[in-house]
Each structure stands twice: as C-alpha cells, then as structure tokens.
C-alpha cells in the first residue's frame, strides 16, 4: 500500500464527504477508494470512518489522524510544488485560532488583506474563547492575550491589550438618583457589573491610580464586583454593554466603533488597568513553514 496517497484520499474522503466525489476527481471507481481507506485503517489498527448509506463520521482516533494527516498531506504538496516551480510563492492551508471578540474585529481585517497579497493562501481560522491545544488541533498560528505559560511553543509578541471600564450612556442616564457613575473603585458595588468567567479572580477588578485620581499616583485598589451577569464570552460582553444591561471591564478593542461615536464611554479614566501582552504563539514544527512566518509577519505589523 502506498501510505501516501492512502492519506491523501483519506484526507479528500473527509474533506468532500463522500468515497464518490472522491472518486470522480480521481478517476477511479467508489470501491477502489473505500478500498484505500479500508487499507489505511488496517495498516494503522485502528477504525477512522463509520460508514453508513447516507453519510460519513470520523471517530474520535479518526479526527485525530485526520487533523495531523491533513496538515502532513498539505506541506508535502507545499514543497512539491515549491521544486516545480523553482519559486516561494505561498500557498495551501494555514489554520489560525483567536479568541471569538478579537478574531472577529481585529483579526479578519489583516486576514482578509493577507489573502488579497497571497490568492493562493486559505485560511481556517478556529474561534474560540478558551484555551486550545495547539498541536492536537492542527493549528499553525494562534493569537493569545495575557502572560504565557511556559510551554515548547514558539512565542512572539506583537502588542497589547488593556482592559477599561467601560459603560454605554443609557446605562449611565438611567442611573438611580442615589448612584452615581464610578469615580473611583469603591464606587464599583453600587453598580451592575458584567463579568468576564474567562479569568482567575473574575469579580476581582484591579486599578492603578493615575496622576488625576484621588489616591497617591501608583496606588493599586482591588475591588470585588457584583451583577446580574456573567459570561465566559468576549461577545456576551460586547452586546451586555451595548444593551446598557451594566459596566463592562474589558480591553477597548471590543468597542472601538462605539468609543468613537460616544456610544459607548469610558469610566474612571484617572484609573489605569494592568497591560496584557499579545503573542502569535506556534508549534516548534510550523516555525520553517514560508506561509506560516509571512502570515506571523503580516500580523505583527499591522498590530505593532
């Protein structure tokens, strides 16, 4: 059996849904390629499709073969194709993780110019607002916000991101007459607080002073904060605050249209908050990949 280009149909069986269509690219009939994958299966031990007459499903060792072997299958081509045709030019797959908030706004902006300078380039881009593994997905590239752990992955950061107190003017006008919108931390308990579960110490709210607070500049104040929500979605966030539901704390890119136009405003500006680096994290083994470091490339500078 040629285990390669077992991989490779196997790859395209998934990819398309159907040993057909599969079939018809290849010029070959159905049963030789269910025959291929069965082979595969059998040389690896173990099942990777369940088959029935209407449909495919990976099993769980299948999705993991799948991920790894598609990535294999792709920077075989990439190299094959760069000694054809004697030239870098970028192509194939890169798949890109980023927390749902800032994929969306920052994040497809740059992906969407990075495709423009290189057509031949598809991005598989993962949202997700929780910690993935990076190898076990099959993921080249992944933005991530906050101080890393120590880890084999390939690290280099590109900015930062800092959390602000942030309200929407109705939630401010429709304040009770024996409240007032927060001046200081202490202030904070008096307000409906939306708060973000993605992070330890979540209802714990930090803040600095700075030069016009009413505390000594560099003074650290510590607050716990209450509301009628809670979240683990930048996204749960973003729409909380722009519903005037309560006062969000998290970084200004989540509003940046809505703090221009006053929608939405900042509070307690004399209050600093601690920065949180932005890193393009990768595998050890996506480091050498031309596509990988132009994308990392693009990214940095457009963030910087």
């Known amino acids: 059996m040629d285990k390669l280009s077992a991989m490779r149909t196997f790859v395209r069986v998934v990819e398309s849904g159907s040993f057909s269509a599969v079939a018809d690219e290849s010029q070959t009939t159905q049963s030789a390629v269910s025959k291929q994958v069965a082979a595969l299966e059998r040389q690896l031990g173990a099942k990777l499709l369940i088959r029935t007459t209407r449909s495919l499903a990976l099993t769980e060792e299948g999705a993991r073969y799948f991920e790894q072997a598609r990535r294999l299958v792709a920077e075989i081509a990439e190299a094959e194709s760069d000694l054809i045709t004697g030239e870098r030019q970028l192509r194939g797959w890169i798949r890109v993780a980023a927390s749902v908030g800032f994929g969306r706004l920052k994040l497809m902006p740059l992906v969407k110019s990075f495709m423009q300078a290189h057509p031949d380039v598809k991005v598989d881009l ?24 120590d880890s084999g992955l390939i690290a280099r950061r590109v900015g930062v991101s800092q959390r602000m107190l942030l309200a929407h003017r109705d939630y401010l006008r429709n304040l009770p007459a024996d409240v007032r919108a927060p001046r200081d931390p202490e202030d904070l308990p008096a307000h409906q607080c939306i708060v973000y579960t993605g992070l330890a110490n979540s209802n714990l709210w930090t803040f600095t002073a700075g030069a016009g607070a009413s505390e000594t500049m560099g003074v650290t104040k510590s607050v716990r904060v209450h509301g009628g929500i809670q979240t683990n979605s930048s996204e749960v966030i973003r729409s909380a605050v722009i519903g005037a539901m309560g006062i969000g704390y998290a970084p200004t890119w989540l509003f940046e249209p809505e703090l221009a136009n006053g929608e939405v405003v900042r509070l307690m500006p004399d209050w600093d908050s601690p920065l949180s680096p932005i890193h393009l994290v990768s595998p050890p083994e996506r480091k050498h990949s031309a596509k990988v470091k132009a994308f990392v490339e693009h990214i940095s500078l457009a963030l910087h």
């Open 126 to 149: 993962r949202l997700h607002d929780g910690f993935i593994d990076l190898v076990e997905q099959g993921i080249d590239v992944s933005v991530r916000i906050g101080d890393l752990p």
